[in-house]
Nanobody, 123 residues
Framework: QVQLGESGGGLVQAGGSLTLSCVAS????????MGWYRQAPGNQRELVAS???????KYADSVKGRFTISRDNAKNTVYLQMNSLKPEDTAVYYC?????????????????WGQGTQVTVSS
């Protein structure tokens, strides 16, 4: 089973930058899509950015032009470079990955979640 470990969160002033990292570790056939979600207090969890196994990316409108998602397939790691941070970016950021493995002779895809990392942007 794959576990996701996030790092890189913290406190930053508005206009600053942070880079989040997420490493997928454990036994897997391969990791397909990976992504970052965030959840602010009182809000639903929302997609921030995603990247497919082939490198296609998607972004929430609110972060386009400021955030960049990338991945290192050899290391099963996904990154989120966050620039020009705003107070409204404050949230717990969660890593997500599609874990593909074989169970009882069949391919199975299970969505895995990290424990979350806090990002706080002060005004």
């Amino acid at each position: 089973q794959v576990q996701l470990g996030e790092s890189g969160g913290g406190l930053v002033q508005a206009g600053g930058s942070l880079t989040l990292s997420c490493v997928a570790s454990g036994t897997t056939l391969r990791i397909e899509g990976m992504g970052w979600y965030r959840q602010a207090p009182g809000n639903q969890r929302e997609l921030v950015a995603s990247i497919s196994g082939s490198g296609n990316t998607k972004y929430a409108d609110s972060v386009k032009g400021r955030f960049t998602i990338s991945r290192d397939n050899a290391k099963n790691t996904v990154y989120l470079q966050m620039n020009s941070l705003k107070p409204e970016d404050t949230a717990v950021y969660y890593c997500n990955a599609d874990d593909v493995y074989i169970s009882n002779g069949a391919y199975v895809t299970t969505s895995r979640w990290g424990q979350g990392t806090q990002v706080t942007v002060s005004s």
